[in-house]
């Protein structure tokens, strides 16, 4: 079936550390992923991409990594500041053209000072 | 330019009565989607229109349904509401392509 699925619930970095989220995913066939953030009290906002046929996209300060041999996806985040820490989500189009994205649970992130 | 605007950010509801919802996507985006967020089922897919077309639809039950408009405004509309559709629904859209699907701030439903 489709899921996606992050392994750890919540994480907790100091301040300029690098932060690395991790999801896993289940439908092969999937051909785009997203990260998103979300604070409290707001909807999700997006942080990056990756289509299938890439392994590693950069933005600023982020890396998104994609693994498809072992169906995994990260998020690298550089010098992690205090309001980098929300909720964040990885997403896979599961809908091929007919846009469907598939969320996993969501990590914590919480940057001490 | 202007994001997504979803209306009304918060909405109490009684127990068997029917809610719609209103989403304005981002001017020139074709596609919305929705998506309800609870603590326990986490963010869900409901469906996704685009040009007036329902292209893609979750499992939820046919109390869910949508449509959306020529100018691509959409609607969501839950009727018999039972107190376990109290959540956070969101509001997505893009483009068109499978690209970026930027969100709304959704609108806080609770059932009594």
């Known amino acids: 079936g489709e899921s996606v699925g992050l392994h750890l619930p919540t994480l907790s970095v100091q301040e300029g550390d690098n932060s690395i989220i991790n999801c896993a995913y289940s439908n092969s066939a999937s051909d785009y992923f997203i990260w998103y953030k979300q604070e409290s009290g707001k909807g999700p906002q997006f942080i990056i991409d990756?289509?299938?046929?890439?392994d590693k996209r950069q933005g600023q300060r982020v890396t998104v990594l994609l693994n498809k041999t072992v169906k995994h996806l990260s998020l690298q985040i550089a010098a992690t500041q205090p309001g980098d820490s929300a909720v964040y989500f990885c997403a896979e189009n599961s809908g091929g053209s007919n846009y469907k994205l598939t969320f996993g649970k969501g990590t914590l992130l919480t940057v001490n000072p | 330019k202007a994001g997504v605007t979803q209306t009304p950010r918060y909405l109490i509801k009684t127990r068997g009565q029917q809610v719609t919802l209103s989403c304005s996507p981002i001017s020139g985006h074709r596609s919305v989607s929705w998506y309800q967020q609870t603590p326990g089922q986490g963010l869900q897919f409901l469906f996704e229109y685009f040009s007036e077309t329902q292209r893609n639809k979750g499992n939820f039950p046919g109390r869910f349904s949508g449509r959306q408009f020529s100018n691509s405004r959409s609607e969501m509309n839950v009727s018999t509401l039972e107190l376990g559709d109290s959540a956070l629904y969101l509001c997505?859209?893009?483009?068109?392509?499978?690209?970026?699907?930027?969100f709304g701030q959704g609108t806080r439903l609770t059932v009594v």
């Open positions: 990756i289509r299938s046929n890439m």
């Open positions: 997505a859209s893009s483009p068109g392509r499978v690209t970026e699907a930027f």
